[in-house]
């Protein structure tokens, strides 16, 4: 049974401005924002591909002056933020911008927590505090289609010392104002396209399927998972695909308020344990290389939904049983995964060797209590094994 009559809250605090060319108004929403000169953040691959040059030229044209910090890297650290926070300090600046995909949009989330905060990212730890205030104003703009991260509260860092990947946030980590522009996702290579696309899919589909599901989130989860269907493909054969590289993007950004304010599933306690442990593991690859898993062993927990999921892959699910439809839409899912070149967990490093250590720990994960069917470290075990061909 849903838990549609329980009372739950939804908040969706960020404007959103979209569309082929949105870009432009970026200098409009610093002025609504009141932000003179803001810390651009984001890493050398956005700025190698020419992305930056595009976001410092409208600035300059609008005779903005803007810092910048480009030194994010995947699965950004505390001391990152740390870094970019004195970046923004030294430049005297009053407001961030989350260039790039999740680890940028996520390391000026944190920026924006140490702007109006006492303490590091790290003793804003969610599982430990709330946030007290409004984070320094934000713009993100995503240049991939994956995390959602222009428009979710949350905010995914990396504790080195305990190997740990740990949320920052709540309702007010919501950014200001997010600017998704497909144009800017034109430069991502395929690998890339494929991995974050795979990440906004797992997004809708526990964001659907998981306890903390409402209307509000299932109506753009459904939407997110039929471009994701439609969408990805294509995107990946044909990186010029404007029809594509727009629902992709769209399809990021609904499932990214799917996530609402509270947690999903099993993938992102398997995938966050995993990348703080391997941090030369990327999270959209382990996301795509996990989730058919994730959707054999959880479909029990909620037959209906499920199902839903399968038709909106586009499953004909007709004259089937449940159990029947359920496992068709996982197929689904391993049938793109493998369409779109994601690696196995096998090419990505995972040992069997490791299960023990990785199932203990994605158990320990503050996704766990989202997941859809009830679950313990022998549950993550299977789904490890499953990915790796143990089973």
Known sequence: MDNYYNLREFQCATKAKHGVGALASLPDSLRELGVKK?????DPGVVGAGLLDRVTKVLEDASIPYGVFDQVVPNPYVSTVGDASKQYEKEGCDGLIGLGGGSSMDT?????VEATHEGDVLYWEAAKRDLERRIA???TIPTTAGTGSEITVWAVITDPDRKFKF?????????????VDPELHMTMPPHVTAGTGMDALCHAIECYTCHFSQPHTDAVALLAIEYCGKYLRRAVGNGQDMEARYYMAMAAHLAGISYGTESAGAVHALTQTLGGIKPEIHHGPAV?????AFMEYNWIGRPQKFRRVAEALGVETTGLSDREACLLGAQAVYDLAEDTGIPSLAELGVKEDDIPKLAKEAYGDPQTPGNPRDIDIQG???MYKRCLGCL
Do not use: D, R
């Not at 803001?38 to 984001?42: D, E, G, K, Y």
């Not at 000026?108 to 924006?112: I, P, T």
């Not at 795509?288 to 058919?292: E, Q, S, W």
């Open 167 to 179: 949320n920052v946030g709540g309702p007010l980590m919501s950014p200001h104002i997010a600017i």
């Open 38 to 42: 803001p810390l651009i953040v984001t």
């Open 288 to 292: 795509g290389a996990t989730l058919g």
């Open 380 to 382: 993550y075990e299977w």
């Open 108 to 112: 000026a989330k944190g920026v924006g």
């Open 137 to 139: 104003p934000l713009i």
